[in-house]
């Protein structure tokens, strides 16, 4: 169900439905949902497997079919949309690119005064929930109210995972325990996907975390995982990171998106 999709669709998904995500087929779409987590606009969406990408009307009527109640539209395309039609319904096409490796970044230094540990208590997860929380104040790209509630959901399925062993988060600290960097890995079998890197405004260009992915790297080979995912907006600063890090730039994974429409 799941193989032909592009790498960073994959392992999302396959993540997911760890946490209690599911999905159902329906011949030329799937329909994910997500009901831990009825805010998580990517956790609630159809997935097109086949057929017209740039049928916009028919595939926006599936979603408020299957959706009713969603203020938001997000619907994952299997290859690259022309994009006119849905510029014309109010939604946006996002591009993101897989990025692969198949063995461990070269370890950098860690930068003087920070020190390196595993998130574990509620301590270190409430640092991670403020950081998300104030880096979405910094962009205003979710609603404050809303944002809160979904990170809350995340949170308690990230550590779900930490718990079951299926998962790892670190962070960079300093010296007064404040968190300055922080990211995750979720252990797939094959393959380990890292989650939601995050550097604190003030503590950004340290290589804190390039130091990170190395550290995540090690800890999934450690477990006998064959390659490392990881994703990135296309054309970004982070993509860029990444491959000077030594991941291989791979397939583009294209969707269509709005908050609200």
Not at 127 to 146: C, H, Q, V, W
Request: aromatic share 8%.
């Amino acid at each position: 169900m799941l193989k032909h999709l592009p790498s960073s669709t994959r392992t999302d998904l396959r993540i997911a439905v760890l946490t209690g995500t599911t999905i159902e087929a329906r011949g030329d779409h799937l329909v994910v949902r997500t009901p831990t987590n009825p805010v998580y606009h990517w956790g609630n969406f159809v997935q097109v497997v086949s057929g017209d990408v740039d049928d916009s009307a028919h595939w926006l009527q599936v979603f408020e079919a299957e959706f009713p109640q969603a203020a938001h539209r997000a619907i994952g395309l299997p290859r690259r949309p022309e994009g006119a039609s849905w510029a014309r319904d109010g939604l946006k096409i996002e591009v993101a690119e897989s990025l692969t490796c198949r063995m461990a970044p070269a370890v950098t230094p860690l930068a003087q005064g920070y020190a390196v540990r595993p998130l574990l208590s509620d301590l270190d997860w409430g640092a991670r929930t403020a950081g998300e929380l104030a880096e979405n104040d910094l962009t205003g790209e979710y609603p404050a109210d809303e944002y809160r509630s979904f990170m809350a959901n995340q949170v308690a399925a990230r550590r779900d995972l930490v718990d079951r062993q299926q998962a790892a988060w670190f962070g960079a600290f300093t010296p007064e325990g404040a968190l300055a960097a922080s990211l995750g890995i979720v252990d797939l079998g094959d393959c380990a996907r890292y989650q939601s890197v995050l550097t604190a405004v003030g503590h950004r260009r340290r290589g804190l975390a390039r130091h990170l992915l190395s550290v995540a790297a090690e800890w999934g080979f450690d477990r006998g995982v064959e390659e490392l995912v990881i994703v990135a907006e296309a054309d970004s600063a982070a993509g860029r990171l990444y491959t000077r890090a030594g991941f291989a730039p791979g397939a583009l994974d294209y969707s269509a998106y709005t908050q609200a429409l």
